[in-house]
């Protein structure tokens, strides 16, 4: 019982996964699509087209994961219904014996005769006790039939509908394969474009990195200004760590407890950027830094908060909409880029609770929220604090 519920969530974890990719590389296709009308860069569509290739290679694989736990599903049920008609087999033949061994004393008078024949009392009452037990055991081997014949026919069943549903995983895989081919290739004839213009297209990425620095240090000073505000308000004149009371010292052990178990600060979405300096994704010569995760959505997707907190600041971030600061103790939450925002400061917020609409950009069409984690002023890797990410 307890390896088939193991199993059964384990498929729904593996369909929700796969659902959610089909929804990501629906969404970049759509994306993608609308981008092109608009004369994207070449450079964009590169990026694009490399989200949807990670997501498509991610779906392969999920959908491998999925028709291989079918395929141990099935042949644990294939062993199961082997043994199970063996058993039928010898059950069938044992009571077909009894019936005949019945048959051959089935008279009243031969009962009564083996009654009355008994030597004492005793013996009378044993052999009584004993014919009770003979019917019974007669009735329950007649009751064990008919319950292994029906599980025998779910069984069979279930296995059907498995086989089934694992034709149809890999009939969906060839299709993904196919597609992620094309892209593949789309993907290679515009990077021999971007060789050939490398220089110019690095100025581009070193441009956009200068205004992403620019918000970043815009953020970095509201933290460090809010924690100078909230201390001096506690009567303290800390400027960079947090004074904390027991129950913000409570809260800050909570959240560092749940580290790596956190919920996305998204219903569904995709990293387009990770924290961290790195080679830029698509011109290698380039790199690129993030204080944060940047994370693509749906449009009109909501922030949400990843753990209870309470609202620190509310604020416009110049190239970047408004920002959402919520502490959890001396840690601290970032929820920027947002359209419009559902919470003010000093309001108390529980987890997964929506605290603003995520902008979407007008040039790239992308609903992106950029999710920033600290303790106090340090700067931490958000994929290391939520779950899967």
């Known amino acids: 019982m307890g390896a088939s519920v193991f199993a059964q969530s ?54 491998n994961q999925q028709a291989n736990l079918l395929t141990r599903e099935i042949n644990t049920n294939t062993n199961k219904i082997a043994k199970l008609r063996k058993d039928l087999e010898e059950l069938k033949d044992d009571y077909a014996k009894m019936i005949r061994r019945s048959y051959k004393s089935k008279s009243q008078q031969s009962r009564i005769m083996f009654l009355l024949s ?24 007649g009751e064990e039939i008919k319950a292994n014949t029906m599980e025998l026919q779910q069984l069979n069943s279930q296995l059907v509908q498995q086989k089934e549903q694992k034709e149809a995983l890999i009939a969906e895989n060839r299709k993904t394969r196919a597609q992620l081919e094309i892209n593949r290739k789309s993907q290679q004839d515009l990077m021999a474009t971007i060789k050939q213009k490398e220089g110019q297209f690095a100025s581009q990425i070193r441009q956009k990195q200068q205004a992403i620095d620019e918000i970043d240090r815009a953020i970095e000073r509201m933290v ?29 052990a909570d959240f560092a407890n749940n580290k790596g178990k956190l919920p996305w600060p998204v219903r569904s979405g995709t990293v387009s950027m990770r ?59 970032i929820y920027n880029n947002l359209d419009e925002v559902f919470v003010k400061r000093g309001q ?42």
């Open 10 to 63: 384990g498929r729904e974890e593996l369909e929700k996964r796969r659902i959610e990719l089909q929804n990501e590389i629906r969404r970049i296709n759509e994306l993608r699509v609308s981008n092109q009308k608009k004369r994207q860069s070449v450079l964009g569509q590169v990026e694009d087209l490399n989200q949807q290739i990670q997501s498509t290679e991610n779906l392969i694989k999920v959908t």
């Open 118 to 141: 008994s030597q004492s009392f005793l013996q009378a009452y044993k052999r009584l006790q004993y014919m009770k037990q003979y019917s019974n055991y007669r009735h329950q081997q």
């Open 348 to 389: 108390q917020v529980t987890t997964g609770q929506d605290i603003g609409t995520i902008a979407t950009s007008k040039s790239t069409g992308k609903t992106t929220l950029h999710f920033l984690l600290f303790k106090n002023t340090e700067k931490m890797d958000p994929a290391a604090w939520i779950y899967k990410m």
């Open 224 to 252: 460090r200004e809010s924690i100078a505000k909230a201390n001096k308000e506690s009567g303290s004149s800390e400027r960079d760590t947090y004074e904390l009371t027991p129950a913000a010292r409570a809260l800050a």
């Open 275 to 333: 924290f961290g300096k790195h080679p830029h994704p698509v011109v290698k010569s380039a790199m690129v830094n993030s204080n944060g995760v940047r994370i693509d959505t749906e449009e009109g997707g909501k922030a949400r908060a990843v753990f209870n907190g309470t609202v620190s600041e509310v604020q416009a971030v110049k190239g970047a909409n408004k920002a959402v600061m919520l502490r959890h103790g001396d840690y601290i939450t």
